[in-house]
């Protein structure tokens, strides 16, 4: 029987399906510095964020037939030393993308109406100083008739542009790739639109976007330093659920400082799981925990698709 470690969960739809496929699947989690010893008892493991299968992992492990990855990204994954040593490995990037747009549009409305600071202070301050807060949170602004710029436009790109395109914002794109600028959006009651943006440079997305939101993988420095924000409009907002790293964050915090950046939202941070204090209690960034594929709709999904893509692999194989 083929054993698998679902070292960071997997829905129970998705296990059901391993295990009526006639998988052993093991959902307890095994710490980082344990697994070089107990994952050779194990034929494939899946992981999330949270565990990393690098070089020495895989080394320490030759019964090691498959590494899955439960989400879009692989940055904790040697994907191309597996593959080198005849490893499947496998993401799930179609089944999280419309959570993640959703959280980013979260992001985006509480950062226009100050929800973040709002929301701290409050519970604290709101019985005595009502009036002060109300008039502190007053000029907020709309997103209607604002420049979203997307910078990468992939499933989770284009997702973020069917909802701005539907609240009514102008979206420009830019991607490495050439890429199809029309999109598809379902709307109530099944009514299905075909809309388009705007194709753009990097350097129009910095200049030119009222809003920014980054869904590119990360590659080895900040794509957004102090020089690329001192370039964008004044007031600009940004957002970043895809990768920590991609925004130099010590960059960020004196832009938002001095007025240059209105506000930030941040799923992600640069060294999780411990962000630094200046990003955590910083009053014009929204803050969550990396949660941008953390719905139930969107971890069955994962968990199905990648149940799928196990058993494929596995029935390939025998």
Known sequence: M?????????????????????????TNNIPQDELPVKLQEYDAITVRSATKVRKALIDACPNLKLIGRGGVGVDNIDVDYAREKGIGVYNTPASSSLSVAELVFAHLFTGIRFLQDSNRKMPVEGATRFNDLKKAYAKGVELRGRTL????????????????????????????????????????????????????????????????????????????????????????????????????????????DSGKVSFAALDVFDNEPTPREEILKHPKISLTPHIGAATGEAQERIGVELASLIIAHFNKVN
């Open 2 to 26: 083929i054993k698998i470690l679902a070292n960071d969960g997997i829905d129970p739809i998705g296990k059901k399906m391993l295990e009526d496929a006639g998988f052993f699947v093991d």
């Open 149 to 256: 710029g997307i910078v990468g436009f992939g499933r989770i790109g284009r997702e973020v542009a069917k909802i701005a395109i539907g609240i009514g914002m102008d979206v420009i794109a830019y991607d490495l790739y050439p890429f199809n600028p029309e999109v598809d959006i379902v709307l109530g009651g099944g009514i299905a639109v075909k809309a388009s943006v705007k194709t753009a440079t990097l350097e129009e997305i910095i200049t030119n976007s009222d809003f920014i939101s980054l869904h590119t993988p990360f590659v080895g420095k900040a794509l957004f330093g102090a020089e690329e924000l001192d370039k964008m409009k004044k007031g600009v907002g940004l957002v970043n659920c895809s990768r920590g790293g991609l925004i130099d964050e010590l960059a960020l915090i004196a832009a938002l």
